[in-house]
Protein backbone atom coordinates (compact mmCIF):
# COMPACT_ATOMS: atom_id res chain seq x y z
CA UNK A 1 0.00 0.00 0.00
CA UNK A 2 1.58 3.33 -0.84
CA UNK A 3 1.53 6.00 2.15
CA UNK A 4 2.74 9.57 2.14
CA UNK A 5 2.34 10.45 5.69
CA UNK A 6 3.59 14.59 6.63
CA UNK A 7 4.70 15.82 9.60
CA UNK A 8 2.05 18.02 11.10
CA UNK A 9 1.99 21.83 10.81
CA UNK A 10 1.39 24.25 12.82
CA UNK A 11 0.57 28.11 13.62
CA UNK A 12 3.62 30.55 13.47
CA UNK A 13 3.51 34.44 13.15
CA UNK A 14 4.84 35.99 9.89
CA UNK A 15 8.39 35.77 9.82
CA UNK A 16 8.59 32.46 11.33
CA UNK A 17 9.74 29.23 10.19
CA UNK A 18 8.75 25.38 9.99
CA UNK A 19 9.59 22.47 8.63
CA UNK A 20 7.58 19.71 7.30
CA UNK A 21 8.14 16.33 6.51
CA UNK A 22 6.46 13.70 4.07
CA UNK A 23 7.15 9.87 4.38
CA UNK A 24 7.08 7.75 1.81
CA UNK A 25 6.25 3.83 1.90
CA UNK A 26 4.80 1.41 -0.51
CA UNK A 27 6.93 2.55 -3.84
CA UNK A 28 10.04 2.40 -4.39
CA UNK A 29 11.59 5.78 -3.73
CA UNK A 30 14.09 7.12 -5.98
CA UNK A 31 11.88 6.31 -9.25
CA UNK A 32 9.27 9.32 -8.18
CA UNK A 33 9.35 12.73 -7.81
CA UNK A 34 8.04 13.96 -4.69
CA UNK A 35 6.29 17.44 -4.50
CA UNK A 36 4.51 19.67 -2.50
CA UNK A 37 1.64 21.50 -2.74
CA UNK A 38 -0.44 23.68 -1.46
CA UNK A 39 -4.10 25.15 -1.25
CA UNK A 40 -5.33 27.86 0.43
CA UNK A 41 -9.79 28.73 0.51
CA UNK A 42 -10.82 29.70 -2.53
CA UNK A 43 -7.32 29.29 -4.20
CA UNK A 44 -6.02 26.81 -6.69
CA UNK A 45 -4.04 24.42 -5.89
CA UNK A 46 -0.11 25.54 -6.04
CA UNK A 47 3.11 23.16 -6.44
CA UNK A 48 5.65 24.72 -4.22
CA UNK A 49 8.15 22.60 -4.75
CA UNK A 50 9.76 18.83 -5.51
CA UNK A 51 12.54 17.14 -5.56
CA UNK A 52 13.99 14.06 -7.99
CA UNK A 53 15.70 11.97 -4.77
CA UNK A 54 17.62 9.93 -7.23
CA UNK A 55 19.59 13.22 -9.05
CA UNK A 56 18.54 15.53 -6.41
CA UNK A 57 16.85 17.52 -9.33
CA UNK A 58 14.65 20.42 -7.27
CA UNK A 59 12.37 23.32 -8.38
CA UNK A 60 10.52 26.08 -6.56
CA UNK A 61 8.18 28.41 -8.44
CA UNK A 62 8.96 32.56 -8.01
CA UNK A 63 6.52 32.72 -5.19
CA UNK A 64 8.72 30.97 -2.40
CA UNK A 65 11.79 30.86 -4.07
CA UNK A 66 14.78 32.07 -1.40
CA UNK A 67 12.04 31.06 0.97
CA UNK A 68 11.28 27.20 0.63
CA UNK A 69 13.74 24.44 0.82
CA UNK A 70 13.21 20.98 -0.13
CA UNK A 71 15.30 18.23 0.77
CA UNK A 72 15.38 14.44 0.69
CA UNK A 73 16.97 11.82 3.15
CA UNK A 74 17.00 8.84 0.89
CA UNK A 75 17.66 6.20 3.27
CA UNK A 76 14.28 6.85 5.44
CA UNK A 77 12.32 7.78 2.31
CA UNK A 78 11.70 11.26 3.31
CA UNK A 79 11.66 14.68 2.09
CA UNK A 80 11.38 17.44 4.35
CA UNK A 81 10.37 21.23 3.22
CA UNK A 82 12.05 24.13 5.22
CA UNK A 83 9.68 27.07 5.06
CA UNK A 84 11.37 30.20 6.19
CA UNK A 85 9.69 33.63 6.05
CA UNK A 86 6.73 32.83 6.08
CA UNK A 87 3.92 34.93 5.57
CA UNK A 88 0.13 34.90 6.26
CA UNK A 89 -0.52 34.31 2.06
CA UNK A 90 1.32 31.24 2.47
CA UNK A 91 -1.61 29.87 4.82
CA UNK A 92 -3.06 27.02 3.76
CA UNK A 93 -3.06 23.09 3.38
CA UNK A 94 0.66 21.72 2.09
CA UNK A 95 0.46 18.05 0.63
CA UNK A 96 3.00 16.27 -0.52
CA UNK A 97 2.73 14.45 -3.31
CA UNK A 98 4.49 11.37 -5.87
CA UNK A 99 4.51 10.83 -9.59
CA UNK A 100 7.23 9.10 -11.49
CA UNK A 101 6.89 11.98 -13.97
CA UNK A 102 8.64 15.36 -12.94
CA UNK A 103 6.37 18.07 -14.53
CA UNK A 104 3.07 16.31 -12.94
CA UNK A 105 4.84 16.12 -9.06
CA UNK A 106 6.33 19.70 -9.54
CA UNK A 107 2.63 21.05 -10.44
CA UNK A 108 3.64 21.96 -13.68
CA UNK A 109 0.99 19.74 -15.54
CA UNK A 110 -2.61 20.07 -15.75
CA UNK A 111 -2.62 16.09 -14.79
CA UNK A 112 -2.27 15.60 -10.76
CA UNK A 113 0.49 13.39 -9.26
CA UNK A 114 -0.75 9.73 -8.70
CA UNK A 115 -0.04 9.36 -4.68
CA UNK A 116 -0.88 12.52 -2.03
CA UNK A 117 -0.55 12.96 1.42
CA UNK A 118 -3.07 13.27 3.59
CA UNK A 119 -2.07 17.21 4.12
CA UNK A 120 -1.38 19.28 7.03
CA UNK A 121 -2.28 23.00 8.04
CA UNK A 122 -0.28 25.49 7.75
CA UNK A 123 -1.35 28.95 9.58
CA UNK A 124 0.83 32.07 9.35
CA UNK A 125 -0.77 34.93 11.47
CA UNK A 126 0.42 38.54 10.80
Known amino acids: EVQLVESAGGLVQAGGSLRLSCTASGFTFDEYTIGWFRQAPGKEREGVSC????????YYPDSVKGRFTISSDNAKNTVFLQLDSLQPEDTAVYHCAADQFWKIACGRSSLSPNYWGQGTQVTVSS
Open 51 to 58: INPRDGAI
